[in-house]
């Protein structure tokens, strides 16, 4: 089973840019979206509808945040935010149930500049976590998505210089650190443990291009589904977006 998730930043420039060529090429069976900033009237999805259904979390905000979530196969059910009114508003998750695990789509909230969104971010984490626990307790979870935050100094290219910038401060990692706590896996790092290699960059100064950039795009899985995962990996080389995909493989039960 292929899983893929991609930060868009814009499910409709990122149409424009080649999204039903990238997923005819990948095939995944999953396929996790963020930053869709769109609703279902606002896009095209017929070159893909034969073959996969969509799942939406669009936020109230027109234009803002947004999750979607394409699949070739029919979950048990399908669901979207986490339980929580000022949390849910801003459709930062879509969870879907399979016969033998959940995958969770998720766009965690950014801190900000100044971090004037970090308070609100860490009531966030705390949230979140609340809530994958709550779905461990019936069968293993496999969530992935921009979780916004660069974990430790060799995921991203400049950490001296980030220390209190919104991504890399001591409380977003910490947030980062429960979720390992918890017993939840960064699957890339199972089978890469070395520096440079990211899955965002700015747009500025040919960062991308020069390789500077912060690793936010991550898959997490259960520990429970570790003797499944045969793979994990970056797609730098996919364009579109400021965010590159990221995917993982597991194997059939």
């Given at each position: 089973m292929k899983l893929v998730s991609w930060n868009v930043n814009g499910l409709r420039a990122v149409i424009r840019n080649g999204l039903f060529d990238f997923v005819s090429e990948a095939h995944p069976d999953v396929l996790l979206l963020q930053e869709t900033r769109a609703a279902p009237?606002?896009?095209?999805?017929?070159?893909?509808?034969?073959?996969?259904?969509a799942h939406?979390?669009?936020?109230?905000?027109?234009?803002?945040?947004g999750t979607l979530t394409l699949t070739r196969s029919e979950p048990l059910s399908a669901n979207t935010g986490i339980g929580v009114a000022k949390h849910d508003k801003e459709g930062r998750v879509?969870?879907?149930?399979?016969?033998?695990?959940?995958?969770?789509?998720?766009?965690?909230?950014?801190?900000?500049?100044?971090l004037l969104r970090l308070d609100y971010r860490q009531l966030w984490d705390k949230a979140f976590l609340r809530y994958l626990r709550g779905l461990e307790k019936s069968k293993p979870v496999?969530?992935?998505?921009?979780?916004n935050v660069a974990h430790t100094e060799i995921d991203l290219a400049?950490?001296?210089?980030?220390?209190?910038?919104?991504?890399?401060?001591?409380?977003?990692?910490?947030?980062?650190?429960?979720?390992?706590?918890?017993?939840?896996?960064?699957?890339?790092?199972?089978?890469?443990?070395?520096?440079?290699?990211?899955?965002?960059?700015?747009?500025?100064?040919?960062?991308?291009?020069?390789?500077?950039?912060?690793?936010?795009?991550?898959?997490?899985?259960?520990?429970?589904?570790?003797?499944?995962?045969?793979?994990?990996?970056?797609l730098a080389e996919v364009m579109g977006s400021d965010h590159c995909p990221v995917e993982i493989e597991l194997d059939d039960s």
């Open positions: 009237e606002d896009v095209d999805l017929s070159p893909i509808d034969d073959e996969y259904r939406w979390a669009c936020a109230q905000k027109k234009g803002y945040s879509v969870t879907l149930e399979y016969p033998e695990f959940y995958v969770v789509n998720v766009y965690t909230p950014n801190a900000r500049r100044e496999a969530f992935g998505g921009d979780l400049n950490p001296k210089s980030n220390q209190k910038n919104a991504g890399f401060t001591p409380e977003e990692r910490a947030g980062f650190d429960k979720l390992v706590k918890a017993g939840f896996i960064d699957t890339f790092r199972e089978f890469e443990p070395g520096p440079d290699h990211y899955t965002w960059w700015t747009y500025r100064s040919d960062a991308r291009a020069r390789n500077i950039g912060w690793r936010l795009d991550y898959w997490c899985i259960s520990q429970r589904l570790r003797p499944r995962l045969r793979n994990a990996a970056i």
